[in-house]
Protein backbone atom coordinates (compact mmCIF):
# COMPACT_ATOMS: atom_id res chain seq x y z
CA UNK A 1 0.00 0.00 0.00
CA UNK A 2 1.47 3.30 -0.61
CA UNK A 3 1.11 5.72 1.82
CA UNK A 4 2.72 9.68 2.13
CA UNK A 5 2.63 10.73 5.32
CA UNK A 6 3.55 14.25 6.13
CA UNK A 7 4.85 16.16 8.80
CA UNK A 8 2.84 17.87 11.83
CA UNK A 9 1.28 21.43 12.43
CA UNK A 10 3.94 24.37 12.26
CA UNK A 11 2.90 27.34 13.83
CA UNK A 12 5.56 29.97 12.59
CA UNK A 13 6.59 33.90 12.35
CA UNK A 14 7.19 36.04 9.51
CA UNK A 15 10.83 36.16 8.35
CA UNK A 16 11.12 32.24 9.95
CA UNK A 17 12.83 29.24 7.99
CA UNK A 18 11.11 26.57 7.82
CA UNK A 19 11.22 22.62 6.10
CA UNK A 20 8.42 20.25 5.53
CA UNK A 21 8.68 16.89 4.86
CA UNK A 22 6.57 13.89 3.25
CA UNK A 23 7.86 10.33 3.83
CA UNK A 24 6.87 7.95 1.39
CA UNK A 25 6.17 3.72 1.48
CA UNK A 26 4.91 0.87 -0.79
CA UNK A 27 6.48 1.84 -4.01
CA UNK A 28 9.82 2.71 -5.61
CA UNK A 29 10.64 6.30 -4.38
CA UNK A 30 12.81 6.81 -6.75
CA UNK A 31 11.27 5.99 -9.82
CA UNK A 32 8.23 8.90 -9.40
CA UNK A 33 7.65 12.04 -9.30
CA UNK A 34 6.58 14.02 -5.83
CA UNK A 35 5.19 17.46 -5.23
CA UNK A 36 3.24 20.08 -3.33
CA UNK A 37 0.38 21.67 -3.66
CA UNK A 38 -1.01 24.53 -2.04
CA UNK A 39 -4.69 25.40 -0.35
CA UNK A 40 -5.04 28.33 1.41
CA UNK A 41 -7.90 29.17 3.73
CA UNK A 42 -11.31 28.38 1.86
CA UNK A 43 -9.42 28.55 -1.84
CA UNK A 44 -8.55 25.72 -4.63
CA UNK A 45 -5.45 24.04 -5.00
CA UNK A 46 -2.28 25.40 -6.53
CA UNK A 47 0.40 23.21 -7.98
CA UNK A 48 3.76 24.12 -6.75
CA UNK A 49 6.69 22.12 -7.19
CA UNK A 50 8.10 18.43 -8.05
CA UNK A 51 11.05 16.62 -7.77
CA UNK A 52 12.39 13.47 -9.33
CA UNK A 53 14.15 11.98 -6.45
CA UNK A 54 15.82 9.63 -9.01
CA UNK A 55 17.98 12.46 -10.15
CA UNK A 56 16.89 15.06 -8.16
CA UNK A 57 15.07 17.10 -10.63
CA UNK A 58 12.98 19.66 -10.48
CA UNK A 59 9.71 21.69 -11.92
CA UNK A 60 8.43 24.74 -10.08
CA UNK A 61 5.47 27.19 -10.98
CA UNK A 62 7.02 30.24 -11.65
CA UNK A 63 4.12 31.89 -9.02
CA UNK A 64 6.62 29.83 -6.62
CA UNK A 65 10.39 29.91 -7.51
CA UNK A 66 12.79 31.95 -5.45
CA UNK A 67 10.36 31.54 -2.55
CA UNK A 68 10.15 28.09 -2.05
CA UNK A 69 13.01 25.13 -2.42
CA UNK A 70 11.68 21.52 -3.12
CA UNK A 71 13.93 18.55 -2.81
CA UNK A 72 14.35 14.75 -1.87
CA UNK A 73 16.27 12.48 0.01
CA UNK A 74 16.15 8.99 -1.53
CA UNK A 75 17.97 7.35 1.41
CA UNK A 76 14.86 8.25 3.50
CA UNK A 77 12.16 8.11 0.82
CA UNK A 78 10.99 11.41 1.33
CA UNK A 79 10.48 14.91 0.06
CA UNK A 80 10.65 18.40 1.74
CA UNK A 81 9.35 21.76 0.89
CA UNK A 82 11.19 24.51 2.56
CA UNK A 83 11.23 28.20 3.17
CA UNK A 84 14.05 30.57 4.22
CA UNK A 85 11.96 33.46 4.68
CA UNK A 86 8.06 33.01 5.83
CA UNK A 87 5.63 35.88 4.71
CA UNK A 88 2.14 36.17 6.22
CA UNK A 89 0.85 34.78 2.90
CA UNK A 90 2.61 31.39 3.10
CA UNK A 91 -0.35 30.23 5.82
CA UNK A 92 -2.20 27.57 3.98
CA UNK A 93 -2.56 23.92 3.96
CA UNK A 94 0.37 21.81 2.01
CA UNK A 95 -0.03 18.53 0.57
CA UNK A 96 2.59 16.38 -0.71
CA UNK A 97 1.52 14.49 -3.71
CA UNK A 98 3.39 11.68 -6.18
CA UNK A 99 2.49 10.38 -9.57
CA UNK A 100 1.37 7.69 -10.60
CA UNK A 101 3.12 5.46 -13.39
CA UNK A 102 0.84 6.28 -16.16
CA UNK A 103 1.28 10.19 -16.28
CA UNK A 104 2.00 13.08 -14.48
CA UNK A 105 -1.39 13.80 -12.53
CA UNK A 106 -1.16 13.08 -8.65
CA UNK A 107 -2.76 9.57 -7.54
CA UNK A 108 -1.38 9.51 -4.38
CA UNK A 109 -1.90 11.72 -1.85
CA UNK A 110 -0.35 12.99 2.04
CA UNK A 111 -2.67 14.02 4.50
CA UNK A 112 -1.63 17.75 4.54
CA UNK A 113 0.57 20.04 6.56
CA UNK A 114 -1.10 22.89 8.15
CA UNK A 115 1.18 26.06 7.89
CA UNK A 116 0.01 29.13 9.82
CA UNK A 117 1.79 32.54 10.38
CA UNK A 118 1.26 34.79 13.74
CA UNK A 119 1.45 38.00 14.31
CA UNK B 1 0.64 28.94 -17.88
CA UNK B 2 -2.87 27.15 -19.03
CA UNK B 3 -5.81 28.19 -17.55
CA UNK B 4 -8.48 26.05 -16.28
CA UNK B 5 -11.76 27.51 -15.05
CA UNK B 6 -14.88 25.69 -13.73
CA UNK B 7 -18.27 26.16 -13.73
CA UNK B 8 -20.20 26.19 -11.75
CA UNK B 9 -19.01 27.33 -8.56
CA UNK B 10 -21.56 25.32 -6.61
CA UNK B 11 -24.32 23.40 -7.45
CA UNK B 12 -27.23 21.40 -5.18
CA UNK B 13 -28.50 18.65 -6.45
CA UNK B 14 -30.87 16.07 -5.28
CA UNK B 15 -30.59 12.67 -4.26
CA UNK B 16 -30.15 10.31 -6.98
CA UNK B 17 -30.54 13.31 -9.62
CA UNK B 18 -27.28 14.20 -12.16
CA UNK B 19 -24.75 16.56 -11.22
CA UNK B 20 -22.30 18.20 -14.26
CA UNK B 21 -19.35 20.06 -13.93
CA UNK B 22 -17.87 21.40 -16.52
CA UNK B 23 -13.83 22.58 -16.44
CA UNK B 24 -12.01 24.61 -19.57
CA UNK B 25 -9.27 24.86 -20.65
CA UNK B 26 -7.43 28.26 -22.30
CA UNK B 27 -6.03 25.95 -24.56
CA UNK B 28 -6.08 22.21 -26.30
CA UNK B 29 -4.58 19.89 -24.02
CA UNK B 30 -4.76 16.78 -26.34
CA UNK B 31 -1.66 15.92 -27.11
CA UNK B 32 -1.90 14.51 -30.97
CA UNK B 33 0.91 12.23 -30.83
CA UNK B 34 -1.11 9.81 -28.82
CA UNK B 35 -4.44 11.10 -28.83
CA UNK B 36 -5.09 11.55 -25.25
CA UNK B 37 -6.37 14.41 -23.33
CA UNK B 38 -4.11 15.37 -20.28
CA UNK B 39 -6.98 15.96 -17.57
CA UNK B 40 -7.53 14.62 -14.45
CA UNK B 41 -10.20 15.32 -12.14
CA UNK B 42 -10.02 15.08 -7.76
CA UNK B 43 -12.75 14.88 -5.13
CA UNK B 44 -12.02 16.48 -2.13
CA UNK B 45 -14.11 16.03 1.04
CA UNK B 46 -14.46 18.52 3.77
CA UNK B 47 -10.97 18.41 5.72
CA UNK B 48 -9.62 15.66 3.52
CA UNK B 49 -6.74 15.37 0.82
CA UNK B 50 -8.01 15.30 -2.48
CA UNK B 51 -8.81 11.96 -3.99
CA UNK B 52 -7.76 11.07 -7.96
CA UNK B 53 -11.35 10.04 -9.38
CA UNK B 54 -10.56 10.39 -13.60
CA UNK B 55 -7.39 10.71 -15.83
CA UNK B 56 -6.68 10.57 -19.61
CA UNK B 57 -10.18 12.72 -19.36
CA UNK B 58 -12.65 9.43 -19.03
CA UNK B 59 -10.49 6.59 -17.22
CA UNK B 60 -12.23 5.98 -14.01
CA UNK B 61 -9.18 5.48 -10.89
CA UNK B 62 -9.13 1.58 -9.84
CA UNK B 63 -11.95 1.66 -7.02
CA UNK B 64 -14.06 4.99 -7.69
CA UNK B 65 -17.86 3.97 -8.13
CA UNK B 66 -19.45 4.02 -11.35
CA UNK B 67 -21.67 7.08 -11.26
CA UNK B 68 -18.93 9.19 -11.83
CA UNK B 69 -17.59 9.39 -15.74
CA UNK B 70 -15.59 11.97 -17.38
CA UNK B 71 -15.67 13.26 -20.96
CA UNK B 72 -14.70 15.72 -23.30
CA UNK B 73 -11.67 17.00 -25.64
CA UNK B 74 -9.17 18.96 -26.08
CA UNK B 75 -10.49 22.45 -24.21
CA UNK B 76 -13.80 21.41 -22.89
CA UNK B 77 -14.74 18.74 -20.24
CA UNK B 78 -17.17 17.46 -18.36
CA UNK B 79 -17.74 15.24 -15.14
CA UNK B 80 -20.71 13.56 -13.96
CA UNK B 81 -22.17 12.09 -11.11
CA UNK B 82 -25.06 10.09 -12.78
CA UNK B 83 -27.26 9.68 -9.55
CA UNK B 84 -25.99 11.36 -6.51
CA UNK B 85 -25.46 9.63 -2.95
CA UNK B 86 -24.73 11.61 0.02
CA UNK B 87 -21.51 10.69 0.19
CA UNK B 88 -20.70 12.70 -2.99
CA UNK B 89 -20.97 16.12 -0.89
CA UNK B 90 -17.44 17.48 -1.79
CA UNK B 91 -15.33 19.81 -3.86
CA UNK B 92 -14.22 19.02 -7.36
CA UNK B 93 -11.28 20.30 -9.05
CA UNK B 94 -9.95 19.32 -12.32
CA UNK B 95 -6.37 19.55 -13.19
CA UNK B 96 -4.21 20.02 -16.39
CA UNK B 97 -0.98 17.46 -17.07
CA UNK B 98 -0.16 18.57 -20.36
CA UNK B 99 2.35 21.35 -19.71
CA UNK B 100 3.93 22.73 -16.36
CA UNK B 101 2.98 24.51 -14.00
CA UNK B 102 0.03 21.56 -14.08
CA UNK B 103 -2.75 24.18 -12.98
CA UNK B 104 -6.20 23.07 -11.17
CA UNK B 105 -9.35 24.82 -11.93
CA UNK B 106 -10.88 27.09 -9.11
CA UNK B 107 -12.92 23.77 -7.73
CA UNK B 108 -16.79 23.18 -7.51
CA UNK B 109 -18.41 22.76 -4.61
CA UNK B 110 -21.21 19.85 -5.09
CA UNK B 111 -24.36 19.75 -2.28
CA UNK B 112 -27.55 18.14 -1.51
CA UNK B 113 -30.39 20.24 -2.73
Known amino acids: EVQLVQSGTELKKSGESLKISCKAS????????IGWVRQMPGQGLEWMAVVYPGDSSTRYNPSFRGHVTVSADKTVSTAYLQWDSLEASDTAMYYCAAFGPDGAFFKYWGQGTLVTLSS | DIVMTQSPDSLAVSLGERATINCKSSQSILYSSNNKNYLAWYQQKAGQPPKLLIYWASTRESGVPGRFSGSGSETDFTLTISSLQAEDVAVYHC?????????FGQGTKVEIK
Open chain 1, 26 to 33: GYSFTNRW
Open chain 2, 95 to 103: QQYYRPPYT
